[in-house]
């Protein structure tokens, strides 16, 4: 599991969202009042700016925005993420606010935009996050399809199968991360190509925790699995199925074959995007995944199994 947004974990036979919220690093008191003080300060920040004529009034309602989903405690790490995206976000916009904005109201801007970077980082898991980057940059391509592959694998943790051990959360956590860069009516605040590969970044990252979960469960079947079948998964997953097992509780047979039968389901599942979606040309939901994003490629010789 690499740090992301969704990191789900079992609970009562199903794969969900933690509830917990994310430990900081300073004492609660002091981590609720660093939160506030950054709610307060956006609040400042948009209040000035909406007394500006020249200051484009979706920037103003941007922030207010902003302020209005601040937590005043420590949230969860789906909405943690969430708050940083919608960093990087503006700092994407700070070459626009240097050029179109009066330089004190500027001034403050910037100053918002470090603190909120402050706040962030006395998360470790954002701190994670943001130091450990993959080394490949990604594609055009494989940015604008993150949203789309995320929808899918979202309605098919929705159908028969994927409701018999996922709960309602996940799905809809996962359909929120993959629309989170989306300001259909903030244009100027969209977030830029720094941000976007950031965000699909943490989307995939995010898919690639929960199918890794799903994964390991329906490994959990193994004892089932004829001698020789076993000792070819084993070689070919690089014993994906021993380090699963030191992460998840024994799930059972009954939910071990419902997950098999999701990633049977799923890697079958008709999915077409791009150049292939105009043409009505359709693949394989999982096997998609695995043509455009690498970091997927343990789940091939787990899926040959399977179907």
């Given at each position: 599991?690499?740090?992301?947004?969704?990191?789900?974990?079992?609970?009562?036979?199903?794969?969900?969202?933690?509830?917990?919220?994310?430990?900081?690093?300073?004492?609660?008191?002091?981590?609720?009042?660093?939160?506030?003080?950054?709610?307060?300060?956006?609040?400042?920040?948009?209040?000035?700016?909406?007394?500006?004529?020249?200051?484009?009034?979706?920037?103003?309602?941007?922030?207010?925005?902003?302020?209005?989903?601040?937590?005043?405690?420590?949230?969860?790490?789906?909405?943690?993420?969430?708050?940083?995206?919608?960093?990087?976000?503006?700092?994407?916009?700070?070459?626009?606010?240097?050029?179109?904005?009066?330089?004190?109201?500027?001034?403050?801007?910037?100053?918002?935009?470090?603190?909120?970077?402050?706040?962030?980082?006395?998360?470790?898991?954002?701190?994670?996050?943001?130091?450990?980057?993959?080394?490949?940059?990604?594609?055009?391509?494989?940015?604008?399809?993150?949203?789309?592959?995320?929808?899918?694998?979202?309605?098919?943790?929705?159908?028969?199968?994927?409701k018999e051990f996922t709960a309602a959360p996940l799905a809809d956590a996962i359909d929120a991360l993959a629309d989170s860069g989306s300001h259909p009516s903030q244009p100027p605040l969209q977030l830029l190509e720094r941000a976007q590969e950031e965000l699909a970044r943490d989307v995939l990252e995010s898919l690639n925790?929960?199918?890794?979960?799903?994964?390991?469960?329906?490994?959990?079947?193994?004892?089932?699995?004829?001698?020789?079948?076993?000792?070819?998964?084993?070689?070919?997953?690089?014993?994906?199925?021993?380090?699963?097992?030191?992460?998840?509780?024994?799930?059972?047979?009954?939910?071990?074959?419902?997950?098999?039968?999701?990633?049977?389901?799923?890697?079958?599942?008709?999915?077409?995007?791009?150049?292939?979606?105009?043409?009505?040309?359709?693949?394989?939901?999982?096997?998609?995944?695995?043509?455009?994003?690498?970091?997927?490629?343990?789940?091939?010789?787990?899926?040959?199994?399977?179907?």
């Amino acid at each position: 599991m690499q740090p992301a947004a969704i990191e789900p974990v079992w609970r009562d036979g199903r794969l969900t969202l933690p509830r917990e919220p994310v430990a900081g690093d300073l004492d609660k008191p002091d981590l609720d009042a660093a939160l506030q003080a950054l709610k307060q300060l956006m609040q400042s920040v948009a209040d000035a700016a909406k007394k500006e004529g020249n200051v484009d009034r979706r920037a103003v309602a941007h922030l207010n925005d902003l302020a209005a989903k601040i937590p005043e405690t420590a949230p969860p790490q789906l909405e943690l993420f969430g708050l940083g995206h919608d960093l990087a976000g503006l700092q994407g916009y700070a070459a626009t606010v240097s050029a179109e904005w009066p330089p004190l109201l500027a001034s403050r801007f910037h100053a918002l935009t470090l603190a909120f970077d402050d706040t962030m980082r006395q998360f470790s898991v954002w701190r994670t996050y943001k130091r450990n980057p993959s080394k490949d940059t990604l594609a055009p391509a494989q940015i604008s399809s993150a949203p789309e592959l995320a929808h899918a694998v979202a309605d098919e943790l929705r159908n028969d199968e994927g409701k018999e051990f996922t709960a309602a959360p996940l799905a809809d956590a996962i359909d929120a991360l993959a629309d989170s860069g989306s300001h259909p009516s903030q244009p100027p605040l969209q977030l830029l190509e720094r941000a976007q590969e950031e965000l699909a970044r943490d989307v995939l990252e995010s898919l690639n925790n929960v199918l890794k979960r799903i994964a390991a469960a329906a490994l959990q079947a193994w004892e089932l699995l004829p001698e020789r079948e076993r000792a070819s998964l084993h070689k070919s997953a690089g014993g994906f199925r021993d380090q699963a097992n030191k992460h998840i509780e024994n799930c059972g047979p009954k939910l071990a074959d419902f997950a098999a039968k999701w990633l049977r389901r799923a890697a079958k599942a008709s999915f077409a995007w791009g150049t292939a979606k105009a043409a009505g040309l359709a693949t394989g939901l999982l096997g998609k995944l695995i043509e455009l994003h690498p970091m997927f490629e343990w789940l091939g010789p787990i899926l040959r199994l399977f179907i």
